[in-house]
């Protein structure tokens, strides 16, 4: 093992600077490969001085980072917000195997009545930094009954590992908040002479940190990462599946706000590539087409997209990899409890345990969810079940259909549906996912019992013959079905948990909603779960989060996961919801009608006549120019990212001074935001343009701004990193937009 040091001052006023600096880096130097750990710490005595960390395998893995690019991009980000100190700075420690016998360390310490509070959070933080030290197995502390009187009781692989961590100046960095109370320790050492033997294969057990542990590797959980790592916060996602799904997934239809969010991402035009527009639905009943529409309505931002599930994790899996995180595979969470710091998670590896200090824990675990039954949540009225068993292939299918069509063909009797067949197009010619009715002989492979939701792996597989069926009770007739590439049988579960969060654990996706396969909803709805949260966590992890705007998530995003389960189990079972306003429908499916309205979260002043309110999402329009500029940018340019954006508006009915007034507006929004805003002033094609450094100018030449979001003289929006108006006013009221940033922002870095 090679350990790496890296000191360095910070500039006055930079601390803030290195750290986030830091966070962006970090995440890339873990994915490296060799790495064993990588840490920032700060002297607890001179805040401008901080020591970088890292740990390697062996001396080539060093080699290969300090001759790699992530050193370069860290060198360079920290070059101009250091005080040259020398090449003195770095220095390489080669960690001594030891050779002794294991030895357990005893620490005894009493600590005052009125300071054992402060005692036992710094000792679980202490705890949690000794994750990665060379040589440390693991630790546990008890306290004498009725006393104040603690014992820690440290297990380490030898006692030349112990006294080496001891010399090792890193030491007093890690031990900062149990340093007040080290003067009463009283230590002995003790030699580890027997042992039960322990399990052939098992590994030891180890101890790892982190910000936020993601549970889950599915669409929910990916976006979750994806959202942090790109904001710079550590994160872990570890997931049971040793491989990722090459099909039988349910999830194919990707909304257009979902690909709104991709864009934002980057990762839009990969899943364009990869997928196919759905260009409308027809819908059959007992033969008869009784409707088609088209969904290529020009409104929209994006058509409707068809893209297998294991193609979008696909796609985010390497958007994450690019910002430095892999998903640790055959890692399943056996348990974890939490207090007020932090979330002990603990997981099954590779015939072994390993335990995650984490300050958050976010569940995207699925149908099954793990972190769902360890919060003891259970779902409002009951787990819904459909009766019937539906089974699911992957085939060709030759028949006169319009093209990019979803088909749904129902059978009824007397009014009451009794089969039905779903096919969405794929990429390829001719494909089709279909999903029907299983034939009755599955059930009965069940013993009369009843069947689990989901996929049920213990049912054989339907044949060929079987699709065949479906399509010839249901399909136009001559439609013929060939080459089943893979099929399945599944069982419908609905039903939405009762809160999203508990303490400093959350529940996203198909961990706190299920939704019949109708429309797609599943998927979309957590991916925008994970879009509305992770923002949240990311400001609470940097310290700037106001209180309690981590309870937005549940009161923002339950009632959307109500909504869409209603809708889904309603839809699966009729041909139709609402004929006389189909186009609505298609948008209500699509997620772009989603409000957040109802959140104390957002909020307005003065008077608006139309234009997004308040939690409603920020419609893109285009036509803005701006200076040096050479085409017409959009607004989504302006607000694409990971800030907030605020958007100040002026025409040339404005005063002159209510318009040099934005530039004290600006400093002062970014300061109550501790710089996670970007700030524009949006002109009017014939309004003067003041003379100011500071925010930048554009000008709304097609007003196509002023019209969409119903502004005159002057008046501000404020958008939300998850592109939802999160507050707005009409004149400019800064007073006013100082309240709503204090109920989102509460600190500084």
Not at 338 to 359: C, I, K, N, Y
Not at 374 to 402: H, S
Not at 479 to 486: D, E, G, Y
């Amino acid at each position: 093992m090679i350990r790496a040091m890296y000191r360095l001052r910070a500039r006055p006023g930079a601390e803030g600077a290195i750290e986030a600096a830091w966070r962006t880096v970090s995440g890339r130097i873990g994915a490296l490969a060799g790495n064993r750990r990588r840490e920032l710490l700060r002297d607890a005595d001179d805040p401008r001085s901080f020591v970088v960390v890292t740990e390697w395998a062996d001396e080539r893995a060093l080699r290969d980072y300090r001759g790699g690019p992530v050193a370069a991009d860290l060198a360079a980000a920290f070059r101009p917000l250091r005080q040259m100190c020398g090449d003195e700075a770095f220095h390489v420690l080669e960690t001594v195997a030891g050779q002794g016998p294991p030895i357990r360390v005893e620490f005894t310490v009493t600590v005052p009545e009125d300071r054992r509070t402060d005692f036992e959070r710094g000792y679980a933080e202490v705890a949690a930094r000794m994750a990665g030290v060379p040589g440390y197995v693991g630790e546990e502390l008890l306290r004498d009954p009725g006393t104040c009187t603690y014992h820690i009781f440290a297990e380490w692989s030898s006692e030349e590992a112990f006294r080496a961590w001891v010399d090792d100046p890193d030491h007093t960095l890690r031990t900062g908040p149990i340093l007040p109370f080290t003067a009463d320790f009283r230590r002995r050492i003790l030699h580890i002479t027997a042992r039960p033997e322990t399990v052939a294969g098992k590994e030891n057990h180890m101890s790892t940190t982190t910000d936020v542990l993601v549970v889950g590797a599915g669409p929910a959980g990916l976006t979750t990462a994806v959202e942090l790592a790109r904001r710079g916060i550590d994160c872990r996602v570890v997931e049971k599946r040793a491989e990722p799904p090459a099909h039988a997934d349910k999830a194919i239809g990707v909304h257009c706000r979902t690909m709104e969010i991709w864009e934002d991402q980057g990762i839009v035009r990969d899943a364009m590539d990869s997928g196919i527009w759905l260009t409308g639905q027809a819908v059959f009943v007992n033969g008869t087409e009784i409707h088609r529409m088209s969904w290529e309505l020009p409104e929209l931002p994006y058509a409707h997209l068809g893209l297998p599930q294991y193609e979008t994790e696909r796609i985010l899996t390497q958007r994450l990899a690019a910002l430095g995180v892999r998903p640790r595979r055959g890692a399943e969470l056996t348990g974890f409890t939490q207090d007020a710091d932090g979330v002990v998670a603990t997981l099954a590896v590779d015939g072994g345990t390993e335990t995650v200090r984490a300050r958050y824990l976010v569940g995207c675990d699925g149908a099954h969810s793990t972190v769902r039954e360890r919060l003891g949540l259970t779902f409002t009225g009951g787990l819904g079940r459909f009766p019937q068993l539906f089974m699911l292939a992957d085939v060709d299918v030759a028949w006169d259909v319009p093209d990019g069509h979803l088909l749904r063909f129902l059978h009824e009797t007397d009014g009451k549906m009794d089969n039905m067949l779903v096919c969405v197009p794929l990429r390829g010619e001719s494909r089709y996912r279909v999903a029907t009715v299983a034939p009755p002989r599955f059930f009965a492979q069940t013993g009369g019992r009843d069947a689990p939701p989901g996929f049920s792996a213990e049912l054989a597989e339907p044949e060929l013959a079987d699709v065949q069926a479906a399509f010839d009770q249901l399909a136009p007739a001559g439609s013929r079905v060939s080459n089943l590439r893979w099929s399945s049988v599944f069982r419908i579960s609905h039903g939405i948990v009762d809160r999203y969060r508990e303490g400093r654990v959350f529940v996203a996706g198909d961990a706190a909603h299920l939704h019949p396969p109708a429309g797609g909803q599943g998927m979309n709805t957590g991916i925008q779960d994970a879009y509305n949260l992770a923002w949240k966590i990311a400001l609470a992890v940097k310290g700037v989060a106001a209180p309690g705007l981590l309870d937005s998530y549940e009161t923002e995003r339950r009632p959307q996961g109500e909504e869409v389960v209603g809708r889904a189990v309603r839809l699966a079972g009729t041909d139709e919801l609402d004929r006389e306003d189909l186009k609505r429908q298609f948008l209500q499916e699509m997620s772009m009608l989603v409000s957040y309205a109802d959140s104390q979260w957002v909020g307005e002043s003065g008077g608006f006549d139309g234009g997004p309110g308040p939690g409603e999402r920020a419609p893109d329009v285009g036509g803005l120019r701006r200076r040096g500029v050479g085409h017409p940018l959009r607004l989504h340019d302006l607000t694409r990212g990971t800030r907030h954006t605020l958007l100040i508006y002026a025409d040339d009915s404005a005063a002159e001074a209510d318009v040099l007034v934005a530039e004290k507006l600006c400093a002062d929004a970014r300061a109550r935001s501790c710089g996670e805003l970007d700030v524009y002033l949006l002109l009017s094609p014939t309004a003067p343009a003041p003379v100011m450094l500071d925010p930048p100018v554009l000008r709304d030449q097609g007003e196509e701004f002023r019209g969409t979001y119903a502004v005159a003289g002057t008046a501000l929006y404020l958008v939300r990193p998850d592109g939802h108006v999160g507050f707005r006013s009409r004149p400019a009221d800064g007073d006013a937009l100082a309240a709503h940033l204090r109920g989102v922002f509460g600190g500084t870095r």
